[in-house]
């Protein structure tokens, strides 16, 4: 008995010490911030089947577009015919040198936070990522995620801020990328 009392004085403060740094959430582990972010329109509105959606009630793409062979829209009308690589002066159109439709297997539309959990890990799905942090990085970088953050035209922004969506990923990634149950 006696051997185990300085093990539990060691081991509860290390716990109560990283809750309180990973903040917000009870659960330091869990996808529910990440979810948030990632089913919010500024993201969803591009991981979408046939055709991109626009506006918070993620209405059809005006005029109607569609994927094309790569995700760049029919060679008729690409996406950069309209998007360019900032936003325009006034916001209005979006902008970023990459704007383009998320592959097909990285749908979003019509999927549960439990099944977005599952396809963003799952390396056939992801694009090949295979390790946490390659996981991620997307989300930490990349100027189509970091655009949500700066949409123009008064768009609406996803509800956390990208740095404390960073923590949450880097959180969640440290606890093995745990998903929510169905
Ligand atoms: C303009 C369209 C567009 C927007 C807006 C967008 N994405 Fe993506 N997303 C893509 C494309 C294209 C890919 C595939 C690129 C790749 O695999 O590198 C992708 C891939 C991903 C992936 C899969 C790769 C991985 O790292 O697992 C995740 C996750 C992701 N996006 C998250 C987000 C989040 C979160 C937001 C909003 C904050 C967002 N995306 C906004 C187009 C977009
Ligand atoms: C003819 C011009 C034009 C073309 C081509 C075009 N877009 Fe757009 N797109 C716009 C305009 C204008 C807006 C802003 C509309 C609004 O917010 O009401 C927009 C908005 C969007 C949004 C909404 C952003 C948000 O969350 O509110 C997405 C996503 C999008 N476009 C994706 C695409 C993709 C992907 C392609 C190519 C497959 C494409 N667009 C081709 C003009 C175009």
Do not use: Y
């Not at 009630?57 to 690409?78: E, N, S, W, Y």
């Not at 979006?94 to 963003?120: D, F, H, N, Y």
């Not at 890990?121 to 100027?143: L, Q, S, V």
């Amino acid at each position: 008995m006696r051997a185990f009392a300085p093990l539990i004085v060691v081991v509860l403060p290390i716990a109560a010490c990283s809750r309180g740094e990973a903040a917000q959430t009870a659960d330091p582990a869990s996808f529910d911030p990440i979810a948030s972010v990632v089913m919010h329109p500024r993201c969803k509105n591009c991981h979408q089947d046939e055709s991109p959606r626009q506006t918070d009630a993620a209405i059809l793409h005006r005029p109607l577009v569609v994927r094309g062979k790569d995700g760049h829209g029919a060679p008729t009308q690409p996406c950069q015919t309209c998007h360019q690589a900032t936003n325009t002066a006034d916001g209005f159109v979006p902008g970023v040198a990459t704007w383009e439709l998320a592959p097909l297997s990285m749908l979003w539309e019509g999927r549960t936070k439990q099944q977005i959990c599952e396809q963003m890990k799952d390396p056939a799905r992801n694009g090949g990522r295979r390790t946490g942090e390659e996981i991620i990085e997307h989300m930490k970088a990349d100027p189509l995620v970091l655009w949500a953050w700066t949409p123009g035209a008064g768009r609406t922004t996803p509800p956390l801020s990208h740095e404390k969506f960073v923590q949450a990923l880097e959180a969640w990634v440290s606890a093995g990328m745990p998903c929510p149950k169905a």
